[in-house]
């Protein structure tokens, strides 16, 4: 496009300035938001970011409604992001919950190894209390 053919208006439009952050140029100055003036063509009254020092500038140009896409897919990006980033800290927790079951687990079955030995210990006691009590008593009786 060349000047001849379109102005531009920097004015105020009906989107505000917080719905669409400053844009940087190539000459890393604040890119205003502006508004396509020209009849009959397809990008009237299309709105863009472009150069402070439009028409003698460094051809910076971006269209609105693609920085709107853009800013969207980031926008989604960053919140998958954040799920992505509440999901492992989900799995680093659930980890953690198995890993103290396991232990818990482990612990529990050492107990039980523990009491059958006990049982075992106090079964052959047991045996032997009642063998003795047994053996002690027919001798008794014997003359």
């Not at 531009?8 to 439009?13: I, M, N």
């Amino acid at each position: 496009m060349s000047a001849s053919n379109h102005t531009v208006d920097s004015g105020s439009s009906s989107r505000s300035r917080s719905e669409h952050p400053p844009s940087r140029c190539y000459c890393n100055q604040v890119a205003p938001l502006r508004t396509v003036r020209f009849n009959g063509g397809r990008n009237a009254g299309r709105a863009f970011y472009g150069c402070s020092g439009w028409p003698d500038s460094c051809g910076f140009l971006r269209w609105v409604d693609e920085v709107d896409e853009l800013r969207d897919m980031e926008d989604k990006l960053m919140e998958a992001a954040t799920e992505n980033a509440e999901l492992r800290l989900q799995i680093d927790q659930l980890e953690r919950r198995v890993r103290e079951l396991l232990n818990a687990s482990k612990n529990k079955q050492e107990q039980i190894e523990e009491l059958a030995i006990e049982s075992d210990v106090m079964r052959e006691r047991m045996y032997s209390a009642y063998a003795d009590r047994n053996s002690s008593s027919s001798s008794r009786w014997i003359w």
